[in-house]
């Protein structure tokens, strides 16, 4: 049986990695992918709690995340598609569009 912390480890390194992306990173679709794997690291942790306290909360939650991400993945790219048609860049810094 794995230990609860080995999840939490993978978990760590995860999310870790997802937020050095966002951060690290200027395009567009590679930010938007941190953000997906940021919240795959959360789905693990509360899986892997569910699954320890022997509770279906936490994998309710996860599904609902899960499904949060994919609105979010559709209207990232649609966002992604508009910039890229008037602008012709991905790059997070040459966006400007929402500002006044």
């Given at each position: 049986?794995?230990?609860?912390?080995?999840?939490?480890a993978v978990?760590?390194?995860?999310f870790a990695t997802g937020l050095i992306g966002v951060l690290i990173r200027r395009n567009f679709?590679?930010?938007l992918?941190?953000?997906e794997i940021m919240l795959n690291a959360a789905n693990i942790n509360l899986?892997?709690?569910?699954h320890y306290l022997e509770s279906m909360a936490g994998q309710i939650v996860a599904?609902?995340?899960?499904a949060i991400a994919a609105g979010e993945a559709a209207v990232g790219l649609a966002i992604i598609i508009v910039v890229f048609r008037g602008k012709i860049s991905t790059n997070v810094d040459e966006m400007?569009?929402?500002k006044w």
């Open positions: 049986m794995v230990p609860l912390s080995a999840y939490v978990s760590a390194i995860l679709i590679i930010v992918m941190a953000v899986v892997a709690f569910s599904l609902f995340v899960i400007a569009l929402l």
